[in-house]
Each structure stands twice: as C-alpha cells, then as structure tokens.
C-alpha cells in the first residue's frame, strides 16, 4: 500500500492549490482520509477529514471556507483544494488514510505561500 501526494508548490498569497493524494495496492476505496500539515518548527496539526465516504466532513477553523476536501470519483484518490491561501498556510502537507483499521500515511508535499 502507497499514498502518493503531490500539488504542493509556490504560490502567492491569495491563491490556489490543489493537493492529491492517490492510493495504489490494496486500498480501491477511500472512506475516511484526512490531511494534516507541519509548519517548520511546529507540529503536525489536521486539517481537514472525511468520514463515510463523504457524508461527514470537518474543518481546522483556521482554514475552514478556504480548503475544501474531497474524494476522486474513482475512490482511491483524495484531494485537497486550498483558495484564497496565506503565508500562514506554509508547511508540508500530508494525507492519511485509514483503512482496513491501519492508518496510512502520504510522503507529504510543500506548500510554500509567499510573495
């Protein structure tokens, strides 16, 4: 099992980004992912989940009403779409995904928000 996310990059504030997350092996249908990230020199912290396939969704009130967090149509790839970014936001982002009851995680990918 592999999680493969990439997007991340270098945006100025106020922009957008569009994080993926895809799963390959065993894992042919996400139902509960979410993405966390790391700020240097801080710790992890979540960001945004979702449950039952999409039914329950929840958001850091940091970035609730910026990101928006999905699942790909073909239900092995998760997505994380960020408007209206800040140089708050700067950090490596990581997805994680639960199934089978074990967590999974991605490699993580930058995203740096600076003018």
């Known amino acids: 099992v592999q999680l493969q996310a990439c997007g991340g990059g270098l945006v100025q504030p106020g922009g957008s980004l569009r994080l993926s997350c895809a799963a390959s092996?065993?894992?042919?249908?996400?139902?509960?992912a979410a993405w966390y990230r790391q700020a240097p020199g801080k710790e992890r912290e979540w960001v945004a989940n979702?449950?039952?396939?999409?039914?329950?969704?929840d958001y850091a009130g940091s970035v609730k009403g910026r990101f928006t967090i999905s699942r790909g149509n073909a239900r092995n790839t998760v997505y994380l779409q960020m408007n209206s970014l800040k140089p708050e936001d700067t950090a490596v982002y990581y997805c994680?995904?639960?199934?089978?009851?074990?967590?999974?995680w991605g490699q993580g990918t930058q995203v740096t928000v600076s003018s």
């Open positions: 994680k995904v639960l199934y089978g009851g074990a967590p999974y």
């Open positions: 979702f449950n039952g396939g999409g039914k329950i969704i």
């Open positions: 092996g065993t894992i042919n249908n996400i139902n509960v």
